[in-house]
């Protein structure tokens, strides 16, 4: 690494971050320099444990040799392809390779470039699969409260986090919102998904009665919401929302954008659920987070709708400069060696009780008013400071970083979701680091 990389920039002032407190960071910068495996080293060389996957998408572990040689060999082989009327081989491959994982009946795939843009693609596909099938009147889009679906005009209307929505104005118009499922008066300290508030799923029959079922195109979900701070969703809610999308002709999206590729312990949570969406929106872990990628997955009903029209003629008006990349696709196919050699698509299932217990036995520790988990994600909840909500836990953030372990919080949440290549002793070694810092802030 050249010595460029390893010093600390002494003028951070034209670096807008994003999701950032800017003047807190810059008064006391946060850096890493280099990473491997499990572990960032920080500019002051300092080992850091990453309990966050970076964000949730280094699923492989960091500078996995498969990814770094399958990127270099790319680069210097076929750069750039343009992504519209031209092909390359490996994207096309990929394709199959990712088809092949993804749950019985997802058999086509679009590439964007973060989850944003799966996000946004999808709500875009619905609507114009509802109107190539003659039923244009389907527009309205159904979120929920507390979802999280990226940072563009569709993802934040169909999102429910206030922060996220109350600067930006209107956003999309004919969007409506179900309500969350965190009950944590019914099921605080539940191991894996709860066992209260199925018949929240119920929410949609009433917006379906209040709008008509022929003016929806589709409801989003997270399977597991993660950047809201894990929210589960109760025993049975994801096959009844199945059940009242289908009888409405209403098209169910999961955004997969962080529980896909082997977060829960199966490739997909439609695996881990049993249920499986009409569209599936990924990014992250699909390329190990290491070049930007997201795959929307469709069924071929919703595909062969859009496939009419003269031959000569595009069929979806949409696609990105960078939809397909062959640097990305080589990260991605990469990445997929390296999941089917480790097993790391099923890797969680087997942790799962042991990270289970670990993270359940902060229960009792200053502040802690909730632990819940499921697969390889884990969130334990403190008590707010009156009047100061976050600072508890942006506190224990920054004292975890000082203590060599990297977490992500969200409000009064720590949310953790470990490389799946994660070992049991470094799962004590993660609970033991959060035990002190909880016992050490305020
Ligand atoms: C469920 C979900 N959807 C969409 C996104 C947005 O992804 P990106 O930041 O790559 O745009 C995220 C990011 O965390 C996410 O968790």
């Known amino acids: 690494m050249s010595n460029r990389l390893k010093v600390t920039p002494n003028d951070l002032s034209a670096f807008w971050m994003p999701f950032t407190a800017n003047r807190q960071f810059k008064q006391a910068p946060r850096m890493f320099v280099s990473a491997k495996d499990m572990h960032y080293t920080t500019s002051d060389g300092r080992k850091v444990l990453d309990g966050t996957a970076g964000l949730w998408c280094v699923n492989a572990g960091h500078c996995r040799p498969k990814i770094t040689e399958a990127i270099q060999h790319q680069a210097a082989e076929l750069d750039y392809a343009p992504a519209f009327q031209m092909g390359h081989p490996i994207v096309f491959e990929l394709a199959n390779r990712l088809v092949d994982i993804a749950p019985k009946g997802m058999d086509h795939v679009f590439f964007t470039n973060s989850g944003s843009e799966s996000v946004d693609t999808a709500l875009k596909m619905a609507i114009a699969y509802h109107r190539a099938r003659g039923e244009g009147s389907r527009t309205r889009l159904i979120g929920r409260e ?105 098209l169910l999206i999961f955004d ?88 790391l698509l099923t890797r969680g299932e087997e942790l799962a009780p042991y990270w289970e217990d670990a993270l359940h036995s902060l229960k009792g520790e200053p502040n802690v008013i909730d632990v819940r988990n499921i697969g390889l994600i884990g969130a334990i909840e403190l008590a707010p400071i009156a009047g100061q909500p976050t600072k508890r836990a942006f506190s224990a953030f920054v004292k975890a970083f000082e203590h060599g372990l990297l977490i992500r919080t969200t409000g009064d949440i720590i949310a953790l979701s470990p490389p799946l290549i994660i070992t049991k002793g470094q799962i004590n070694e993660l609970i033991d680091h959060l035990r002190d810092v909880l016992r050490s802030i305020d």
């Open 146 to 250: 507390r979802g999280y679906h990226g940072v563009n005009f569709g993802g934040i209307s169909v999102g429910g986090i206030v922060n996220n929505r109350k600067m930006f104005g209107t956003l999309l118009g004919g969007v409506d919102h179900m309500p969350h499922t965190h009950l944590p008066e019914k099921n605080a300290f539940s191991k894996g998904v709860p066992e209260h508030g199925a018949e929240l799923a119920n929410e949609l029959e009433r917006i379906v009665a209040l709008h008509d079922a022929s003016t929806i195109a589709a409801v989003i979900v997270e399977p597991v919401a993660g950047s809201t701070g894990v929210i589960l969703p109760p025993k049975g809610y994801l096959q009844k929302l199945r059940e009242i999308c289908t009888k409405h002709g209403i």
């Open 256 to 343: 997969e954008v962080i529980t896909g590729f082997g977060r829960l312990g199966t490739p997909f949570a439609a695996d881990y659920f049993g249920v499986t969406p009409d569209i599936m929106t990924t990014a992250k872990g699909v390329s190990n987070g290491v070049i930007p990628m997201g795959a929307v997955f469709v069924t071929k009903e919703i595909h062969d709708a859009f496939m009419t029209g003269p031959d000569h003629m595009i069929e979806f008006f949409h696609g990105y400069t960078y939809s397909g990349n062959p640097i990305a696709c080589a990260a991605a196919l990469g990445t997929l060696d390296t999941y089917k050699e480790e097993g």
